[in-house]
């Protein structure tokens, strides 16, 4: 059945977790709670930020005067290099010691301009720098998690246009359980999950937002946020270090389109967190696939957002949008971003 506009659950085959679908409360009346719009009128250059190029940041360290991307040593940083080892296995207060590097990129000099606001070439620049940091700290830590808070209410504290780059020796949570749900399909099927999947998305059509030659972005099946997405490649990489030239000049225009797309569909800002999800650098994984998550948290207009909250946390993910509701709304969204209209 191709509506599912009825009560069901589907399943995350990236993480065996259940998303509960209920279709028909879309049509309740709204008196939740609403969000403030941020301000869309933000200058080139804020001489207070400390982010911009030529400022002074927290612990006195001047930014350069940088033309395209700046990364630079979280001032404070989760997580911090640490020669202590300790451990504990016991089984109600299990621990460990754990130590990495927590960097900020910045992805331009321009204070107000967004990820769907860049050119394709700044673009491209954005990706040869999340290469570029990929392949350095891989040398030292086995996880590298590359993202972005976009927005106030996604907890981000500053309006310049930036993501983190946090890197460590432990799998977190979330890689840990796409690797063992990954490597079981390839065991199983002796084929890479997410390639499979993206034959089935692109066969189908119904969920797919854009796609050019080794791109797939979809609403994935399994979609929790309302308006979340999937970008996947097509071709068999495992992370983002493998990446040609060619295949990151088509991940920018994948990344611009997606992005101006999330900015249409409510004439704002789009808030989300989004984030890479790498192979772990120890070892060949060939049931791996290079793959990029968002969750925006906005449900029925720039003011609403979607909580979290009760049965979600709970009982288990909760979503009354379809995935392929949420695509129909996406694939209609212009490809010319709202703002060049003002």
């Known amino acids: 059945m191709d509506t599912f506009e009825f009560t069901h659950r589907r ?23 609403t969000e403030s719009v941020a301000n869309d009128t933000l200058a080139a250059h804020d001489p207070s ?6 400022n002074t940041r927290a612990n006195g360290e001047v930014n350069p005067v940088y033309s395209y991307t700046h990364v630079f040593k979280n001032d404070f940083g989760a997580l911090t290099q640490q020669e202590v080892s300790e451990e504990a296995n016991d089984p109600l207060f299990a621990h460990e010691t754990t130590s990495g590097e927590c960097r900020v990129m910045c992805f331009s000099p321009e204070h107000h301009k967004t990820l769907p606001e860049l050119s394709l070439t700044e673009l491209t620049a954005v990706i040869d720098t999340w290469q570029q940091q990929y392949l350095e700290l891989a040398m030292q830590y086995k996880c590298i998690q590359i993202f972005e808070n976009k927005g106030a209410i996604m907890g981000c504290s500053q309006p310049h246009p930036h993501g983190q780059i946090w890197a460590h020796n432990h799998l977190s ?20 999950l997410l390639a499979d999947y993206a034959q089935r998305e692109l066969t189908q059509k119904s969920r797919v937002v854009f796609a050019n030659a080794h791109w797939l972005v979809v609403v994935p099946f399994w979609a929790a946020w309302p308006f979340e ?18 295949q990151k000049e088509t991940l920018a225009e994948a990344l611009q389109i997606l992005t101006i797309k ?17 192979a772990p650098t120890d070892s060949e994984q060939p049931y791996w696939r290079l793959h990029a998550h968002f969750y925006p948290p906005l449900l029925r207009s720039a003011t609403v957002k979607k909580h979290m909250v009760g049965y979600e946390m709970l009982g288990e993910s909760q979503r009354d949008l ?21």
């Open 11 to 33: 399943r995350n085959p990236l993480t065996g977790k259940w998303i509960l679908v209920s279709p028909h409360r879309n049509n309740r009346p709204w008196l939740g709670a």
């Open 262 to 278: 999330y900015d249409n569909v409510f004439n704002c800002s789009f808030p989300y967190s989004m984030g890479w999800h790498n």
């Open 173 to 192: 949570t979330e890689i840990s359980t796409e690797d063992t749900e990954q490597r079981a399909y390839f065991q199983q099927h002796g084929r890479s």
């Open 322 to 342: 379809t995935a392929e509701t949420a695509a129909q709304i996406l694939q209609a969204a212009s490809v010319e971003h709202y703002k060049k209209n003002k």
């Open 49 to 54: 930020c400390p982010l911009c190029p030529g």
């Open 229 to 246: 997405t999937l970008l996947i490649s097509l071709d068999d990489i495992q992370h983002i270090g493998q990446l040609s030239q060619e």
